[in-house]
């Protein structure tokens, strides 16, 4: 069974300082991994996806994610914080491995918040 | 496209009456997702559809709960009895298998389930 861990509740960071959301991950098969973001009462939205190629992604609002096989690692970045990427991230998991296997995993969530 | 719309945006009910939530995914979609949110348990896969069929309803907590298809556009998600436990948060979401290495997940805005 697949599963993705979110080892941190909150991550607090500076204006202008560079961030990471961590994320680990456990699938039988390939993994295919994204990053969705929730603000406040609102639902989830996409940022950004690995499913193959190169280990680098990057997704909307200037946030990237480097996949990692050997350390089963799928951790979110961005150079420059923004006050308003303050939000709910969630890291997600689907196993590739299995064409009918279309159940996609979510974390517990990381609030992220930036300071002025 | 006017994306996942969910409905009633709020619920406040007794305990021990049903609760109807509803759901149209986007048009075109084939896979349909329900979700619960909750501080404790973060984001839960309740169960899933493809071309109306449920797929893996493993998710699903007890036989109070219960979800249907009938058609391509509308899906439901039961409740009865609910209990106070039952309040949450509840998405859906929608994609499309033919985005092939898209692989996104559209979400509706959430239904507010108050149990009291």
């Known amino acids: 069974a697949q599963s993705v861990a979110q080892p941190e509740d909150q991550v607090n960071v500076a204006e202008g300082n560079p961030l990471t959301v961590k994320c680990t991950y456990s699938?039988?098969?390939?993994?295919?991994l994204f990053w969705y973001v929730q603000y406040p009462n609102r639902g989830l939205q996409f940022l950004l996806k690995?499913?193959?190629?190169?280990?680098l992604v990057k997704g909307s609002y200037g946030f990237e994610a480097e996949f990692n096989k050997s350390q089963t690692s799928f951790h979110l970045k961005k150079p420059s914080a923004l006050v308003s990427d303050s939000a709910l991230y969630f890291c997600?998991?689907?196993?590739?491995?299995?064409?009918?296997?279309?159940?996609?995993?979510f974390g517990s969530g990381t609030r992220l918040s930036i300071r002025p | 496209d006017a994306g996942v719309i969910q409905s009633p945006r709020h619920e406040v009910t007794e305990m021990g009456q049903e609760v109807t939530l509803r759901c149209k995914p986007i048009s075109g979609h084939d896979y349909l997702f329900w979700y619960r949110q909750t501080m404790m348990r973060g984001l839960e896969l309740l169960i899933y559809f493809n071309n109306n069929v449920p797929i893996d309803d493993s998710g699903m907590p007890e036989d109070r709960f219960s979800a249907k298809m009938p058609n391509a556009s509308f899906s439901t998600l039961k409740i009865q009895p609910s209990e106070p436990r039952d309040s949450a948060v509840y998405f859906c979401a929608s994609r499309y298998r033919g985005q092939g290495a898209n692989e996104k997940l559209f979400f509706g805005s959430g239904t507010q389930l108050s149990v009291l």
């Open positions: 699938v039988s098969g390939n993994p295919y």
């Open positions: 690995y499913i193959t190629g190169d280990n």
């Open positions: 997600a998991v689907r196993d590739g491995g299995y064409s009918s296997a279309s159940k996609i995993i």
